[in-house]
């Protein structure tokens, strides 16, 4: 497992709760609650990601974060989980449009969210 998990949320909560979730299956973990922050982590090219994006945030939300990552050249690999509490059909397909590698609902199923991740890893 040499990726690591960057969790993106605008709420310090689902963080704190996802962060301790994942550091205890033994993976590393980094995180920020915004888009734009979360696109300069990338950029660094520090690490090699696993983005968990939550689509609704204030500002640049989760669906435009996803758009330009897939339109930054050396960032557009990466690997992006969308996580939303929308959870019909039609938005796992807005989320998958956008760009992103697979689909959470919240509230977040550990067990599916480490499928995903192992899956795309």
Known sequence: ???????????????????????????AV???????EALEILKSGSASYIVLMDMMMPGIDGYEAVRMIRNIPEIKHVPVIAVTAQAMPEDREKCMEAGADDYVSKPIDVDLLIVAIEKIS
């Open 30 to 36: 980094e995180s920020c609650t915004m888009a734009q």
């Open 1 to 27: 497992m040499d990726k690591k998990i960057l969790i993106v949320d605008d709420d310090p909560r689902n963080i704190f709760a996802l962060k301790l979730t994942l550091k205890a299956r033994g993976y």
